[in-house]
Each structure stands twice: as C-alpha cells, then as structure tokens.
C-alpha cells in the first residue's frame, strides 16, 4: 500500500470520525424525537464506515482482496413512523437550530460524498476505486435522506414524516 493511499484512508478514516462526533452532538441537541434518532443512525453508519476503513486496511496488509459490502436501502428509514401511526406520535415543533443541524449535516455528506468519488477517480487500483465508489454511494444515500428532511420541515408542516400541526379542528 503506498503512502497517497494510506494517506486518503486515513483521510477518510479522520472524516468518518468527526462525522460522528457532529451526528452525536446534533442528536443531543435536537428535540424532536424522530430527529434524534436519524442523527443516532448517522452516528451509527460512520462507525460502520470507520470500521470498513479499517477492514480494507487490513485486507489490504494481508493480500486479501476487497470484498464490496451491500448497504440496505431502507436502513435510515428503520426508525421512521409508519403513516398510519404518525397521528399518534406526540410532535415536538422543529425549530431554528433543527434546520440549521439538517444544513450542516448535509454539508458533510456532501463533502464526503465528492472526496470519495475523487479518490476513486485518481487511483489506478480497481479495489480501492470500488471501496471509495461505495462509500460514495452511502454518502449519496445519507445526503438524499437529509435534503429530503430539510425540504420536508421547510415546506409542509412535516418532521421526519411526523406531522407537526394539522389544520382539522
């Protein structure tokens, strides 16, 4: 393994970790239940992501070849309530800070996601091309699950599927 591409996991590997540290604390910080627990599950994919770092690492040492790894669609939405039962959830209102965590986040994703998709454009090694491509596509997957939250609470009275106020006396 050459030093540029220890250098990019190690990159990699540092930005996973502060992505966690933010998740944590915008998790701590926001009050609506359902947000709490999409950015505990954020936090949760970048330890899975630290992990496969480390696990390519090691593959890598030991002559072993990548193993590509199969990230569920629906794994965000897990904790998401289902419509029918979204009129029972007790729905606090999302404030200001709420909006401006969701922009942050979708920030890192961003970034994330083109780091990735550069990496795997630069190295002529085809499995650590496939590793960052991978990344890339969760990242895409978190940054989507974001936009969709922000354009959601910005719109039409929804928090993370929830609705927030209902105009039916």
Do not use: C
């Not at 926001?30 to 709490?36: H, I």
């Not at 593959?59 to 790894?69: A, C, H, I, N, S």
């Not at 979204?86 to 209102?93: E, F, I, P, T």
Request: proline share 2%.
């Amino acid at each position: 393994m050459t030093n540029e591409i220890l250098k990019a996991l190690k990159t990699a590997y540092e930005a996973e970790k502060e992505g966690l540290r933010t998740y944590l604390k915008f998790a701590k910080q926001t009050k609506v239940a359902a947000g709490k627990n999409m950015f505990i599950q954020l936090a949760l994919d970048e330890i899975d992501h630290m992990e496969l770092i480390e696990k390519f690492i090691e593959q890598t040492f030991e002559g072993k070849p990548y193993e590509r790894v199969k990230v569920p669609k629906g794994r965000l939405s897990k904790f998401m309530p289902e419509t029918s039962d979204a009129s029972l959830q007790k729905v606090d209102k999302a404030d200001l800070g709420d909006e401006e965590a969701l922009k942050i986040a979708l920030e890192h994703e961003k970034k994330a996601y083109e780091f990735y998709k550069e990496k795997a454009a630069k190295t002529p090694n085809s499995e650590l091309k496939a590793f960052f491509e991978n990344l890339a596509e969760v990242e895409q997957k978190h940054y989507d699950i974001i936009q969709a939250e922000l354009d959601t609470i910005r719109n039409d009275g929804f928090w993370f599927d929830t609705i927030e106020f209902s105009v039916e006396l």
